[in-house]
């Protein structure tokens, strides 16, 4: 297997280029040696390639042709290859759109991060192929069309983590107002219970005679109307305490 395989064995690289080149395609960057210009992009990024980057190079001899792989063309394939970063970066703007929940924001995001350092990267790079090759006009839009690719993917990036803080508070106040009426329920019986507890106390207590006996019993009455006058007093003093 080739070292740098990604580079066509037909492209007439000089010996000080190929020697900078590694097995794999590596950052972005450009070399330029004895008037040959090799510039090397990443293809479009997605979070499932483990940072393995796809290469996509574009070469410009000293006669001033340019080539390139793994698509030909020379520049009309350098305008296609910043087409696919407009596309997918339109793509996640649609995705950012119909998020709701904080799990489709990360997935958004998680998607994104990658796409932002391609882009800055290779708006760097087409800056410095620019300054390096000032008579190559076409470098001009090139360059200005990263510039524009890198603006546009800091503000789907800026709304994704606006739409993420947005739905994390909403989640939290939701939770916070279950909270809330968890424990307005959890007073109401605490409170039935402070009232009903010496009542049913005394029913325990004298729950081992027959009802229609105890009744007749003098005290019986009298009985019930202390353990509901306890049962007042325990509730008020839970009330008061919670407030």
Do not use: C
Not at 110 to 133: F, I, K
Not at 182 to 204: C, D, G, K, Y
Not at 214 to 233: D, T
């Amino acid at each position: 297997m080739e070292r740098h395989s990604y580079i066509p064995k037909t492209w007439e690289l000089p010996t000080s280029i190929r020697k900078r080149l590694g097995e794999t395609v590596g950052k972005q960057r450009i070399m330029d040696e004895e008037g040959h210009l090799l510039v090397l992009l990443h293809a479009p990024p997605v979070a499932e390639d483990d940072e393995r980057r796809t290469a996509v190079v574009f070469w410009r001899n000293p006669a001033g042709e340019w080539k390139s792989s793994p698509s030909g063309g020379g520049l009309s394939a350098l305008e296609a290859h910043l087409s696919a970063y407009r596309a997918m970066i339109h793509r996640m703007d649609d995705e950012v759109e119909q998020a709701k929940t904080p799990r489709q924001y990360f997935d958004v995001m998680r998607h994104m991060h990658p796409m932002q350092r391609a882009t800055r990267s290779m708006l760097d790079v087409l800056q410095a192929a620019r300054e390096l090759r000032p008579e190559e006009s076409r470098l001009i839009s090139f360059r200005d069309q990263a510039s524009d690719l890198e603006r546009a993917i800091e503000l789907v990036a800026a709304d994704a983590r606006a739409g993420m803080d947005y739905s994390l508070a909403e989640s939290a106040s939701i939770q916070a107002n279950a909270a809330y009426e968890s424990n307005r329920e959890a007073q109401r019986l605490n409170r039935l219970a402070a009232f009903f507890f010496p009542l049913v106390t005394l029913v325990t207590v004298f729950g081992m005679n027959e009802p229609q006996k105890l009744m007749k019993e003098q005290g019986f009455w009298v009985v019930l109307a202390a353990g509901m006058f306890l049962g007042l007093l325990v509730f008020s003093s839970v009330a008061l305490r919670k407030k």
